[in-house]
């Protein structure tokens, strides 16, 4: 599939949103759910809604690469949950204290 220059695949092989963390398996996944861009952008609110137009009209158009896309990264996120693949919450939470903690010394300088 070729991407149009508003997507970006990363090297893990997910697709975003060039510029932003919001994958296209994201947009699809609420747009399948019946969201209009609109809601879409309520969803997304960092998203311009001409970005969103542009992302579902690049779907309708290849929507078949997509769905398999789509289903592929629905397949891993089951086997992620089904491994209990989650985040290590302690960990994430002293990364977040460190993370407050450097912010503050920058900030008192």
């Given at each position: 599939?070729?991407?149009?220059?508003?997507?970006?695949?990363?090297?893990?092989g997910?697709?975003?949103?060039?510029?932003?963390?919001?994958?296209?398996?994201?947009?699809?996944?609420?747009?399948?759910?019946?969201?209009?861009?609109?809601m879409?952008a309520?969803q997304?609110?960092?998203?311009?809604?001409?970005?969103?137009?542009?992302?579902?009209?690049?779907?309708l158009?290849?929507?078949?690469?997509v769905?398999h896309?789509?289903?592929?990264?629905?397949?891993?996120?089951?086997?992620?949950?089904?491994?209990?693949?989650?985040?290590d919450?302690?960990?994430?939470?002293?990364?977040?204290?460190?993370?407050?903690?450097?912010?503050?010394?920058?900030?008192?300088?």
């Amino acid at each position: 599939m070729t991407l149009p220059e508003f997507l970006t695949k990363r090297d893990d092989g997910e697709i975003t949103l060039a510029g932003h963390r919001i994958g296209l398996y994201h947009v699809v996944h609420f747009y399948n759910e019946g969201y209009s861009p609109e809601m879409l952008a309520e969803q997304f609110p960092m998203l311009p809604l001409a970005l969103i137009h542009k992302v579902i009209a690049f779907y309708l158009e290849n929507k078949t690469e997509v769905d398999h896309y789509s289903a592929s990264c629905q397949k891993e996120l089951a086997e992620q949950r089904a491994q209990g693949r989650h985040p290590d919450w302690q960990a994430l939470r002293k990364r977040f204290e460190t993370l407050k903690q450097a912010q503050m010394q920058i900030h008192s300088r």
